[in-house]
């Protein structure tokens, strides 16, 4: 997976008032999911020491037909929103995760 805006930030941390070693980020569902994904990404880059912190709200972290097995019994929204929820129920999920 290629994060390309995030990347040239991160490359060009210095030109734009930023640090490096002082990296942050925060996103909401499947900026969540980026957020964590860039910091693997550093993590994989042996940089660990320079993520400062991560706020993923809502992120998508995994598919329901992929939880392993030891958390399957904690892996409850999947049943407990399929109907009659606000606004994401599991129909939509089921679409969100066939496209």
Known sequence: MTFRAE???WHNAEK???DQSKYFSIGGSAGGGLAIGLALKIIDAGAR???SGVVAM???TAHYKHVPAEYKTSFKAWEENKVDVPVIDRAVM???YGK
């Open 16 to 18: 734009l008032g930023g």
């Open 58 to 60: 809502a992120p998508v």
């Open 7 to 9: 990347e040239q930030a």
């Open 49 to 51: 020491s320079h993520i």
């Open 94 to 96: 089921e679409t969100f």
